[in-house]
């Protein structure tokens, strides 16, 4: 059972809390942890990803209920097009991005694998492009690798444009290496 209060403590004692559809699915108390959203919002930046993977979902209702309901509480949204397709079925990335903005999440990356990564600011679409010509050893975690650069380049104030190309560029890295954890980008 999550102790709900000392959970809320540890989470507001820091700037922001990420979290993806893999915890949600996983999760026992889902219903807590949304309480628990919605009792961090304005506390803490929430930053949420789809990371949609289909055998933990034997609902795929709840999911897309989620998706449609969390935006009061979700500051920004990471969605990959191979997730959106996976859970609202094939539309264009317009289509998709659209949909979002009519739920009211502020700020969304669209991830598109090797194509430009679209961002809704809340107000304007940016296209940000990814690293041409890598040499892909591995997509393991590749897009936990740009959630990453994007949070911790935004967590030091950087314009979400920069935040996207940082987050590009460590999932370029990424790309390039077998397994998830790439021993250059460790930090000290």
Same mark, same amino acid.
């Given at each position: 059972m999550i102790d709900e209060k000392n959970?809320?403590?540890?989470?507001?004692?820091?700037?922001?809390?990420?979290?993806?559809?893999?915890?949600?699915?996983?999760?026992?108390?889902?219903?807590?942890? +949304?309480?628990?959203? %919605?009792? !961090?919002?304005? *506390?803490?930046? &929430?930053?949420?990803?789809?990371n949609f993977r289909k055998g933990l @979902?034997?609902?795929?209702?709840?999911?897309?209920?989620?998706?449609?309901?969390?935006?009061?509480?979700?500051?920004?949204?990471?969605?990959?097009?191979?997730?959106?397709?996976?859970?609202?079925?094939?539309?264009?990335?317009?289509?998709? +991005?659209?949909?979002? %903005?009519? !739920?009211?999440? *502020?700020?969304? &990356?669209?991830?598109?694998?090797?194509?430009?990564?679209?961002? @809704?600011?809340?107000?304007?679409?940016?296209?940000?492009?990814?690293?041409?010509?890598?040499?892909?050893?591995?997509?393991?975690?590749?897009?936990?690798?740009?959630?990453?650069?994007?949070?911790?380049?935004?967590?030091?104030?950087?314009n979400v444009q920069r935040c996207v190309?940082?987050?590009?560029?460590?999932?370029?890295?990424?790309?390039?290496?077998?397994?998830?954890?790439?021993?250059?980008?460790?930090?000290?």
């Open positions: 959970l809320e403590s540890y989470i507001t004692s820091s700037k922001y809390f990420h979290f993806s559809a893999i915890a949600l699915a996983i999760l026992n108390e889902r219903e807590t942890l +949304i309480s628990l959203l %919605q009792k !961090l919002h304005g *506390k803490v930046t &929430i930053s949420f990803d789809t @979902w034997e609902d795929i209702g709840v999911l897309r209920s989620f998706i449609e309901s969390a935006s009061s509480f979700v500051d920004i949204l990471f969605v990959s097009k191979s997730d959106d397709e996976n859970i609202f079925g094939v539309r264009s990335a317009d289509e998709a +991005i659209r949909y979002y %903005q009519s !739920l009211g999440y *502020k700020l969304i &990356i669209y991830k598109q694998g090797g194509e430009d990564v679209i961002v @809704w600011d809340g107000e304007y679409l940016l296209y940000v492009p990814t690293f041409k010509n890598i040499n892909v050893v591995d997509a393991t975690a590749d897009g936990d690798a740009l959630n990453a650069g994007f949070i911790s380049s935004y967590l030091r104030g950087e190309t940082i987050g590009n560029g460590i999932a370029a890295s990424v790309l390039g290496h077998k397994g998830a954890l790439v021993e250059e980008l460790r930090l000290s």
